[in-house]
């Protein structure tokens, strides 16, 4: 049998040595949300004078970092983000030239990332958080999102693996092989983790308006926010409920408990939760962690409307920001103000 720890230790580099293994120029691709490197992230600008110009892609930051909000590091880092959050919003806003908002609809974002990436020419590397290696058959996991990063693994010039003892083992389509990683770094940080919003009092009575259309044996995709987790806590009386979503939420778990859902009546992956990242509470991480019945499958995936149209009695729950009088909703923007993103697409 091999014994891939000796592959392991043979490209095992401390943090800092391998951010300065990067080239000069090119584009590193972080992992998102609940997944992105934090290493990586948050040691970056300490090496600002190896770079002439690092583009550093992620989606919904869930930290703060001094490459994509301190405006000492215009000209030598740029934060291309596929959906804002606090300190993008906040760089954006004093006018810093740090970070660019890339229009998407999620599922086709790391294709249609590579596609530019590669006519520009410039090297990719993937970065990303993973479990620890399995000693006996070689292989990481990617944790708690597969959005875009087994595309970008795919493409990548250079791949990098941050190993964390707190990333949770997840099934589906989320192994990567030690013969595939270049570079492997060790660090120790919790996950980033998302408060159980409180419904106000208008959200619970739209809540309830939409729980009235829930028929039973639906399958559900459930967006963030407040509105959302009322509707799931409106639902607790309903039979047979099915989930396949984008994001799996807190609430997925309390309904699971309660027998509402039970994915037992699903036309489509029946048994199965499925989804393509998750970000909540560490309760939701461990509830997530090796459990067979959870299926992370990748975003070109799950969110294809040609794939989720598949699903009997398809509800989607997600949450707007703004409506005109014509009818037309944006959940992404407030008037000429980016400020989150395109989820659910």
């Not at 291309?80 to 970070?99: C, E, H, I, Q, T």
């Not at 493409?155 to 190993?163: G, N, Q, R, S, T």
């Not at 707007?320 to 697409?345: M, N």
């Amino acid at each position: 049998m091999a014994n891939w720890n000796d592959a392991y230790k043979n490209k095992l580099r401390p943090i800092d040595e391998a951010i300065r293994s990067l080239p000069k120029e090119g584009t590193v691709i972080i992992s998102m949300a609940s997944m992105e490197a934090q290493g990586f992230m948050g040691r970056i600008h300490e090496h600002a004078d190896h770079f002439d110009f690092l583009t550093i892609t992620s989606c919904l930051n869930m930290n703060s970092y001094p490459f994509c909000e301190d405006p000492k590091y215009e000209g030598t880092f740029m934060n291309d983000n596929w959906f804002f959050g606090p300190s993008n919003r906040m760089a954006k806003a004093k006018g810093y030239d740090l970070v660019d908002f890339i229009p998407n609809n999620l599922h086709l974002a790391g294709d249609s990332k590579l596609t530019a990436l590669k006519e520009d020419g410039k090297p990719i590397i993937f970065w990303g958080p993973a479990t620890p290696i399995q000693g006996k058959t070689g292989f990481f996991n990617l944790g708690l999102s597969n959005v875009y990063e087994q595309e970008i693994i795919e493409a990548a010039d250079i791949i990098i693996l941050e190993v964390n003892e707190n990333v949770p083992w997840i099934h589906g389509d989320t192994q990567i092989h030690i013969n595939q990683v270049d570079i492997v770094v060790e660090e120790d940080y919790p996950i980033p983790e998302i408060p159980l919003l409180e419904p106000s009092e208008v959200e619970k009575r739209i809540a309830a308006h939409i729980a009235g259309l829930v028929e039973d044996e639906s399958t559900l995709q459930i967006g963030i926010g407040g509105i959302p987790n009322a509707v799931a806590a409106l639902l607790a009386d309903k039979k047979n409920l099915g989930i396949h979503t984008e994001m799996f939420c807190e609430s997925m778990i309390d309904l699971f408990e309660c027998g509402a859902v039970t994915n037992l009546s699903k036309n489509f992956w029946p048994g199965k939760f499925i989804f393509t990242f998750a970000l909540g509470s560490k309760r939701m991480y461990d509830w997530l962690d090796n459990n067979p019945a959870a299926l992370e499958l990748r975003g070109k995936y799950v969110n294809d409307p040609n794939v989720v149209c598949r699903n009997d009695k398809m509800v989607s729950i997600n949450t707007a920001i703004t409506i005109d009088l014509s009818g037309q909703v944006c959940s992404e923007s407030l008037g000429t103000v980016q400020y989150s993103g395109t989820g659910g697409q």
